[in-house]
T-cell receptor, first 112, second 112 residues
Framework: SQQGEEDPQALSIQEGENATMNCSYK?????LQWYRQNSGRGLVHLIL?????REKHSGRLRVTLDTSKKSSSLLITASRAADTASYFC????????????FGQGTTLQVKP | GAVVSQHPSWVICKSGTSVKIECRSL??????MFWYRQFPKQSLMLMAT?????????EQGVEKDKFLINHASLTLSTLTVTSAHPEDSSFYIC????????FGPGTRLTVT
Protein backbone atom coordinates (compact mmCIF):
# COMPACT_ATOMS: atom_id res chain seq x y z
CA SER A 1 0.00 0.00 0.00
CA GLN A 2 1.18 3.53 -0.65
CA GLN A 3 2.21 5.52 2.36
CA GLY A 4 1.06 8.89 1.18
CA GLU A 5 1.16 11.50 -1.46
CA GLU A 6 3.74 13.61 -3.11
CA ASP A 7 3.13 16.93 -4.73
CA PRO A 8 3.40 18.19 -7.24
CA GLN A 9 3.01 15.11 -9.42
CA ALA A 10 4.93 16.89 -12.14
CA LEU A 11 7.22 19.90 -12.08
CA SER A 12 8.86 21.70 -14.98
CA ILE A 13 11.47 24.39 -14.36
CA GLN A 14 14.33 26.14 -16.08
CA GLU A 15 17.93 25.28 -15.41
CA GLY A 16 19.26 27.26 -12.46
CA GLU A 17 15.93 27.46 -10.67
CA ASN A 18 15.16 25.66 -7.45
CA ALA A 19 12.81 22.68 -7.32
CA THR A 20 10.75 21.81 -4.26
CA MET A 21 8.89 18.54 -3.83
CA ASN A 22 6.68 17.62 -0.92
CA CYS A 23 5.81 14.28 0.59
CA SER A 24 3.17 13.37 3.15
CA TYR A 25 2.85 10.10 5.01
CA LYS A 26 0.34 8.49 7.30
CA UNK A 27 2.00 6.40 10.00
CA UNK A 28 4.80 6.86 12.49
CA UNK A 29 8.24 6.43 10.98
CA UNK A 30 11.81 5.62 11.90
CA UNK A 31 13.23 7.55 8.99
CA LEU A 32 12.31 9.02 5.64
CA GLN A 33 14.39 8.64 2.54
CA TRP A 34 14.44 10.29 -0.86
CA TYR A 35 15.30 8.42 -4.02
CA ARG A 36 15.81 9.39 -7.62
CA GLN A 37 14.84 7.30 -10.62
CA ASN A 38 15.80 8.02 -14.19
CA SER A 39 13.31 6.77 -16.75
CA GLY A 40 13.17 2.98 -16.83
CA ARG A 41 16.06 2.57 -14.44
CA GLY A 42 16.66 1.56 -10.84
CA LEU A 43 16.59 3.85 -7.85
CA VAL A 44 19.43 5.91 -6.50
CA HIS A 45 19.44 6.77 -2.81
CA LEU A 46 19.76 10.51 -2.27
CA ILE A 47 19.38 11.24 1.41
CA LEU A 48 18.01 9.81 4.65
CA UNK A 49 16.56 11.87 7.47
CA UNK A 50 15.78 10.29 10.81
CA UNK A 51 12.60 10.95 12.74
CA UNK A 52 14.47 13.02 15.33
CA UNK A 53 16.03 15.25 12.70
CA ARG A 54 14.39 18.32 11.22
CA GLU A 55 16.68 19.24 8.37
CA LYS A 56 19.53 17.71 6.46
CA HIS A 57 21.76 18.88 3.63
CA SER A 58 23.72 17.03 0.99
CA GLY A 59 25.33 19.09 -1.74
CA ARG A 60 22.52 20.85 -3.60
CA LEU A 61 19.88 18.87 -1.73
CA ARG A 62 18.05 20.05 1.36
CA VAL A 63 15.51 17.85 3.10
CA THR A 64 13.18 18.87 5.89
CA LEU A 65 11.02 16.67 8.05
CA ASP A 66 8.03 17.74 10.13
CA THR A 67 6.81 14.73 12.09
CA SER A 68 3.93 16.69 13.62
CA LYS A 69 2.54 17.26 10.14
CA LYS A 70 3.83 13.94 8.80
CA SER A 71 5.45 15.68 5.90
CA SER A 72 8.81 16.17 4.26
CA SER A 73 10.18 18.33 1.52
CA LEU A 74 13.09 17.96 -0.87
CA LEU A 75 14.68 21.09 -2.25
CA ILE A 76 17.09 20.91 -5.16
CA THR A 77 18.93 24.19 -5.60
CA ALA A 78 20.44 25.52 -8.81
CA SER A 79 18.88 22.74 -10.84
CA ARG A 80 20.59 21.23 -13.86
CA ALA A 81 19.18 19.46 -16.90
CA ALA A 82 20.76 16.28 -15.52
CA ASP A 83 18.45 16.51 -12.50
CA THR A 84 15.54 15.55 -14.77
CA ALA A 85 14.12 12.38 -13.20
CA SER A 86 11.39 11.09 -10.94
CA TYR A 87 11.85 11.62 -7.22
CA PHE A 88 10.28 9.41 -4.59
CA CYS A 89 10.07 9.67 -0.86
CA UNK A 90 10.00 6.44 1.09
CA UNK A 91 9.29 5.85 4.74
CA UNK A 92 10.68 3.19 7.04
CA UNK A 93 8.31 2.27 9.84
CA UNK A 94 9.08 2.23 13.54
CA UNK A 95 9.66 -1.54 13.54
CA UNK A 96 13.04 -2.76 12.31
CA UNK A 97 11.68 -4.63 9.29
CA UNK A 98 13.55 -2.55 6.74
CA UNK A 99 10.39 -2.27 4.65
CA UNK A 100 10.06 0.93 2.68
CA UNK A 101 6.75 2.38 1.62
CA PHE A 102 6.99 4.74 -1.31
CA GLY A 103 5.12 7.90 -2.14
CA GLN A 104 3.60 8.51 -5.53
CA GLY A 105 6.60 10.40 -6.82
CA THR A 106 7.26 13.73 -8.50
CA THR A 107 8.42 13.88 -12.08
CA LEU A 108 10.87 16.76 -12.49
CA GLN A 109 11.82 18.20 -15.83
CA VAL A 110 14.63 20.73 -15.93
CA LYS A 111 14.80 22.59 -19.21
CA PRO A 112 18.23 23.72 -20.42
CA GLY B 1 29.03 1.90 -2.75
CA ALA B 2 27.16 -1.33 -2.45
CA VAL B 3 25.94 -2.86 -5.67
CA VAL B 4 22.86 -4.92 -6.36
CA SER B 5 22.42 -6.58 -9.71
CA GLN B 6 19.39 -8.07 -11.40
CA HIS B 7 19.19 -10.56 -14.21
CA PRO B 8 17.80 -10.41 -16.75
CA SER B 9 17.40 -6.69 -17.37
CA TRP B 10 14.48 -7.37 -19.66
CA VAL B 11 12.52 -10.44 -20.69
CA ILE B 12 9.66 -11.17 -23.04
CA CYS B 13 7.69 -14.33 -22.47
CA LYS B 14 4.51 -15.93 -23.69
CA SER B 15 1.39 -16.05 -21.62
CA GLY B 16 1.27 -19.13 -19.44
CA THR B 17 5.01 -19.57 -19.08
CA SER B 18 7.11 -18.89 -15.97
CA VAL B 19 9.91 -16.39 -15.65
CA LYS B 20 12.68 -16.27 -13.03
CA ILE B 21 14.35 -13.02 -12.04
CA GLU B 22 17.55 -13.02 -10.00
CA CYS B 23 18.67 -10.38 -7.53
CA ARG B 24 22.24 -10.44 -6.24
CA SER B 25 24.07 -8.34 -3.70
CA LEU B 26 27.56 -8.16 -5.15
CA UNK B 27 29.74 -6.88 -2.34
CA UNK B 28 27.77 -7.43 0.84
CA UNK B 29 25.63 -10.07 2.45
CA UNK B 30 21.92 -9.41 2.68
CA UNK B 31 19.77 -11.47 5.00
CA UNK B 32 16.81 -9.47 3.80
CA MET B 33 15.90 -8.47 0.29
CA PHE B 34 12.75 -6.84 -1.01
CA TRP B 35 10.83 -7.17 -4.24
CA TYR B 36 8.88 -4.28 -5.73
CA ARG B 37 6.70 -3.90 -8.79
CA GLN B 38 6.35 -0.69 -10.71
CA PHE B 39 3.77 -0.03 -13.42
CA PRO B 40 4.42 2.71 -15.99
CA LYS B 41 4.37 6.21 -14.53
CA GLN B 42 3.53 4.85 -11.09
CA SER B 43 5.37 4.38 -7.86
CA LEU B 44 6.98 1.26 -6.46
CA MET B 45 4.69 -1.20 -4.73
CA LEU B 46 6.28 -3.53 -2.21
CA MET B 47 5.42 -7.11 -3.10
CA ALA B 48 7.29 -9.16 -0.55
CA THR B 49 10.16 -9.38 1.89
CA UNK B 50 12.65 -12.11 1.09
CA UNK B 51 14.36 -13.62 4.12
CA UNK B 52 17.44 -15.81 3.77
CA UNK B 53 16.71 -19.34 4.86
CA UNK B 54 13.03 -18.82 5.57
CA UNK B 55 9.76 -18.17 3.81
CA UNK B 56 9.10 -14.84 2.20
CA UNK B 57 6.60 -12.45 3.69
CA UNK B 58 4.09 -11.20 1.16
CA GLU B 59 2.20 -7.93 1.21
CA GLN B 60 -1.54 -7.95 1.25
CA GLY B 61 -3.00 -8.70 -2.15
CA VAL B 62 0.12 -10.34 -3.57
CA GLU B 63 -0.40 -13.97 -4.53
CA LYS B 64 2.38 -16.05 -3.01
CA ASP B 65 1.68 -18.99 -5.32
CA LYS B 66 2.03 -16.79 -8.35
CA PHE B 67 5.12 -14.88 -7.27
CA LEU B 68 7.50 -17.48 -5.84
CA ILE B 69 10.42 -16.10 -3.88
CA ASN B 70 13.50 -18.08 -2.91
CA HIS B 71 16.31 -16.56 -0.85
CA ALA B 72 18.73 -19.48 -0.84
CA SER B 73 21.91 -17.61 0.07
CA LEU B 74 23.04 -14.36 1.63
CA THR B 75 23.67 -12.84 -1.78
CA LEU B 76 20.87 -14.19 -3.97
CA SER B 77 17.11 -13.91 -4.04
CA THR B 78 14.97 -15.06 -6.94
CA LEU B 79 11.46 -14.10 -7.96
CA THR B 80 9.60 -16.50 -10.23
CA VAL B 81 6.46 -15.25 -11.94
CA THR B 82 4.48 -18.40 -12.58
CA SER B 83 1.91 -18.81 -15.34
CA ALA B 84 2.51 -15.25 -16.43
CA HIS B 85 -0.29 -13.21 -17.94
CA PRO B 86 -0.15 -9.90 -19.83
CA GLU B 87 -1.29 -8.06 -16.70
CA ASP B 88 1.93 -9.23 -15.01
CA SER B 89 3.89 -7.10 -17.44
CA SER B 90 5.72 -4.61 -15.27
CA PHE B 91 9.07 -3.39 -14.02
CA TYR B 92 10.29 -5.54 -11.15
CA ILE B 93 12.89 -4.07 -8.83
CA CYS B 94 14.68 -5.73 -5.96
CA UNK B 95 16.56 -4.15 -3.11
CA UNK B 96 18.95 -5.48 -0.52
CA UNK B 97 19.27 -4.17 2.98
CA UNK B 98 22.73 -3.06 3.98
CA UNK B 99 22.33 -0.03 6.20
CA UNK B 100 20.26 1.88 3.71
CA UNK B 101 18.59 -0.10 0.97
CA UNK B 102 20.43 -0.61 -2.27
CA PHE B 103 18.29 -1.10 -5.33
CA GLY B 104 18.90 -3.22 -8.36
CA PRO B 105 18.54 -1.76 -11.86
CA GLY B 106 15.21 -3.49 -12.41
CA THR B 107 13.86 -6.12 -14.78
CA ARG B 108 11.29 -5.22 -17.39
CA LEU B 109 8.90 -8.11 -17.96
CA THR B 110 6.64 -8.15 -21.00
CA VAL B 111 4.14 -10.98 -21.29
CA THR B 112 2.65 -11.44 -24.74
Amino acid sequence: SQQGEEDPQALSIQEGENATMNCSYKTSINNLQWYRQNSGRGLVHLILIRSNEREKHSGRLRVTLDTSKKSSSLLITASRAADTASYFCATAGSGNTGKLIFGQGTTLQVKP
Amino acid sequence: GAVVSQHPSWVICKSGTSVKIECRSLDFQATTMFWYRQFPKQSLMLMATSNEGSKATYEQGVEKDKFLINHASLTLSTLTVTSAHPEDSSFYICSARGGVQYFGPGTRLTVT
